[in-house]
């Protein structure tokens, strides 16, 4: 219990290279980077994540539409909604607009001073804005690649 009143935790992965399947071992692009962060790491995101999933959730932080990150709603629920507006739409011969957004990329390009600047407006304080804040910073990887470090 004394190491998660510290709020500190190792934010070094190692990062072991698998070969895709049926790919040429010898072309880097066909890797797939596997992350192994010590245990303890592993189980602190757990408990942030679960705690802040639950707050924003009960705080209604979340649109109705929101899928992503909730429990109770998911993608199936979204696939299922734009099937339901293009039937509608094309019911009563009117348009239906989809934008479609690639965030595949988003968490590598996030503000991060300003995510923890509006998680302190939403009242996330103390010990769960400080794990937040070295998830987020200070990051280091090694590749392990045949018992050997970078």
Not at 32 to 45: A, G
Request: charged fraction near 15%; glycine fraction near 2%.
């Amino acid at each position: 219990m004394r190491a998660f009143n510290k709020c500190h935790f190792t934010n070094l992965a190692h990062l072991n290279p698998i070969v895709k399947a049926q790919k040429d071992a010898s072309i880097c692009g066909h890797f797939c980077p596997l992350s192994l962060q010590p245990c303890f790491s592993k189980l602190i995101f757990r408990v942030v994540n679960r705690r802040l999933n639950y707050y924003f959730e009960c705080g209604s932080y979340f649109s109705r539409t929101q899928a992503d990150f909730c429990k109770i709603l998911c993608t199936f629920y979204q696939i299922c909604h734009l099937e339901k507006v293009i039937r509608h739409s094309l019911a009563t011969c009117s348009y239906c607009i989809a934008v479609f957004f690639d965030l595949s990329c988003a968490y590598d390009s996030i503000y991060q001073l300003g995510l923890l600047y509006k998680m302190s407006l939403m009242c996330i304080k103390g010990k769960l804005l400080h794990w937040v804040q070295d998830f987020l910073t200070d990051w280091t990887f090694q590749v392990l690649l045949d018992c050997t470090l970078s």
